[in-house]
Each structure stands twice: as structure tokens, then as C-alpha cells.
């Protein structure tokens, strides 16, 4: 029996963190024994807002060269450059056909970066970037799309776009169901664990970024927020130290019972140390992976990818225009 494909990408902007990695990478090279797994530098949906092009360029390689040293295997898995098969921006239009005003109009996440700017000055591009979403996933054929809680809202347009378009036109893609990890989803900010750990924060002491050497990891969890008491439980009530013993718990693998364990009795103060070490340990092979990948190794990757991606996506490509009337 064929296995089922899976469907995943990031965008090249910011620095990705160690909630990156441990809700979405790791999450990554686990499935990529189980699916046939296509993971995609998606550049295109960084552009909706403004860029710089060199450096869009570089981080755009450098987003691939972290998903291998995070331990993608280009063997297993599909990693290409979405710009790289043209196919993306052309269903992309297909689906702008189909999709209502309405649907892009409730997306909260255009709600909340068109609030920076203003809604009027907003560009289309990230008015419509769910459509490109969609298109990203609906090329491919996808069975499952690891996807986090905010980004459920644009599969479920995903769905519907899906649905809708084979049942005006006839049966053109699969429709895709959400594989949402249960455990390290959610890294919280070590500065304010009522939000997530972002690569956009402007406190950047909130976030491990996955270059960051020994000694920013240290210093950034010595400062780390904690909450009143004394007691290293797991405590939703509690979020700052909750936050610090789940990260503890998924980079050393132990239980929770285990974790609460180790640190009975113990002050925040030896916590953070010990913690500070775990994340250090943790982090050192992917940092020492990194850089043995160069240019020219990268691009053969690349190449090789996205040759594999236009493959399929051309075939649904086809289908689309064949149904649509244009071929």
C-alpha cells in the first residue's frame, strides 16, 4: 500500500526558534518515515510583505539548509523552493476564481497584520495569501498537513476550496485533513508565556533563536520569566514555568512525572541552569550540522526537489485546466 503524503512548509523570514524546531521540524522528520513528505521553502508567501531581495535570497537558502540540518533527509523526503515550480502561482489564480470575499475577509490572520499598516494599505497578496496556502496543498494531492492552531482556520478554507472546486467542475484534489502534534505544539515566550515564542518578537530576549551560541542560550534563560511560588510542577495555572519544564521535557525526552522528579525541592535558580544545559546539548548537533552543507551540495537538492514537485503538480495542473476549460 502506497503511503499517505503529507504537505509542509516555512516561510524565509525571521530566525526561526527552538519552538519552530521542537513544534513543526522535529514533528517533521518524524513523519518523513511514515509519508511521502514534501517540505517547501515557501518564499512566495514571505513577499506579501515587503522584502528585502538579497536578503530574501540568501535566507531563502538558508531556510532549506536548517530543514537538512534539523535532519530532513532529501532520500525520504521532497524539499524544494516554491517558486521553483511555477505551478503554485497558477492555482493559486484557479482558486482566486473560485474563493469568496466573504471567506478571505474572516481570516483572522489578515486581521491582525493588516492592523500594522492599515487594511487599506494592505497589499492583495496578503489578502489572498490563504489562497496560495491552499494551492500549496491542493497541488500535491495531500492526504495530511501538520498545521498548528493558527494556521487551522486556512486549512479549513483549504477544504472548502477543495470541495467546492469538484463539485462545480468534477473530482480534482484530494481534501486534505489537519495532523496537529498533541505534545510541543506551543512554545511560549521566555519573556511573556501568554504568547507564543515568535521570530517576529521584538524582545528577542522571549525567543531561542537556533543559531543562538551557549552563552545567549544561557543568559536567555537565566532571565527567563517565572511565576510566584517555588514549587517546578507542571501547572497551566502557572504558564511561565510550565512553559520551562514542557521545553525541558521535549528536548530531553523525559516523562513529566520524571521531569517533576528531578526537580523536586530544587530552586528556580538550579532549574534554569539545568535547563539552560539541556537546550545547549540539545541544539549542538543540528549548529554542527549546518554548516556542512554548502552551496553547491544545497542546490542539487534543490534542483533535484523541485523537479520531483513540478512532476505532480503539472499532472494537477493539467487536470485543473482540462476542467476549468482552458485546455
Same mark, same amino acid.
Given at each position: 500500500m502506497s503511503k499517505k503524503r503529507i504537505f509542509s512548509g516555512a516561510q524565509p523570514t525571521g530566525r526561526?526558534?527552538? !519552538?519552530?524546531?521542537?513544534? $513543526?521540524?522535529?514533528? #517533521?522528520?518524524?513523519?518523513?518515515?511514515?509519508?511521502? $513528505?514534501?517540505? =517547501?521553502?515557501?518564499?512566495?508567501?514571505?513577499?506579501?510583505?515587503?522584502?528585502?531581495?538579497?536578503?530574501l535570497r540568501q535566507a531563502t537558502l538558508d531556510l532549506a539548509r536548517i530543514y537538512l540540518a534539523a535532519g530532513v533527509d532529501p532520500e525520504k523526503a521532497t524539499i524544494f523552493?516554491?517558486?521553483?515550480?511555477?505551478?503554485?502561482? +497558477?492555482?493559486? #489564480?484557479?482558486?482566486? =476564481?473560485?474563493?469568496?470575499? !466573504?471567506?478571505?475577509?474572516?481570516?483572522?490572520?489578515?486581521?491582525?497584520?493588516?492592523?500594522?499598516?492599515?487594511?487599506e494599505r494592505?497589499?492583495?497578496?496578503l489578502f489572498i495569501y490563504p489562497i496560495l496556502m491552499a494551492a500549496d496543498i491542493l497541488l500535491y494531492q495531500t492526504d495530511l498537513v501538520p498545521v498548528g492552531q493558527d494556521q487551522k482556520q486556512h486549512l479549513e478554507l483549504t477544504r472548502d476550496l477543495a470541495e467546492r472546486f469538484n463539485r462545480d467542475f468534477g473530482a480534482a484534489f484530494k481534501v486534505p485533513e489537519p495532523y496537529i502534534p498533541k505534545a510541543g505544539a506551543s512554545i511560549k515566550s521566555l519573556q511573556d508565556p501568554a504568547k507564543?515564542?515568535?521570530?517576529?518578537?521584538?524582545? +528577542? $530576549?522571549?525567543?531561542?533563536?537556533?543559531?543562538?551560541?551557549?552563552?545567549?542560550?544561557?543568559?536567555? @534563560?537565566?532571565?527567563a520569566v517565572t511565576?510566584?511560588?517555588? +514549587? @517546578?510542577?507542571?501547572?497551566?495555572?502557572?504558564?511561565?514555568?510550565?512553559n520551562l519544564l514542557t521545553i525541558y521535557q521535549l528536548v530531553t525526552e523525559k516523562s513529566q512525572a520524571e =521531569?517533576? +522528579?528531578?526537580?523536586?525541592?530544587?530552586?528556580y535558580g538550579q532549574f534554569k541552569g539545568e535547563l539552560a544545559e539541556a537546550v545547549i546539548e540539545y541544539l549542538r548537533p543540528f549548529q554542527e550540522r549546518i554548516s556542512t552543507y554548502d552551496d553547491e551540495a544545497l542546490n542539487t537538492i534543490l534542483k533535484s526537489g523541485a523537479e520531483k514537485a513540478a512532476a505532480i503538480a503539472s499532472k494537477t495542473m493539467l487536470d485543473v485546466y482540462q476542467k476549468v476549460g482552458i485546455r
Open positions: 526561526l526558534h527552538l !519552538g519552530n524546531y521542537l513544534g $513543526a521540524l522535529k514533528n #517533521w522528520v518524524a513523519l518523513q518515515d511514515d509519508y511521502e $513528505a514534501f517540505y =517547501c521553502v515557501v518564499n512566495l508567501h514571505a513577499i506579501t510583505l515587503p522584502q528585502d531581495p538579497a536578503t523552493i516554491q517558486s521553483d515550480v511555477h505551478e503554485h502561482a +497558477e492555482l493559486t #489564480w484557479i482558486l482566486s =476564481c473560485v474563493a469568496r470575499m !466573504g471567506e478571505l475577509e474572516r481570516m483572522t490572520q489578515f486581521k491582525d497584520k493588516s492592523q500594522k499598516g492599515g487594511r494592505s497589499s492583495v497578496g507564543k515564542m515568535s521570530k517576529s518578537d521584538e524582545n +528577542e $530576549a522571549g525567543s531561542i533563536f537556533l543559531l543562538d551560541d551557549a552563552d545567549t542560550v544561557a543568559k536567555k @534563560i537565566k532571565r511565576d510566584s511560588g517555588t +514549587e @517546578i510542577t507542571f501547572d497551566e495555572t502557572r504558564p511561565a514555568i510550565n =521531569c517533576v +522528579e528531578q526537580f523536586a525541592g530544587k530552586g
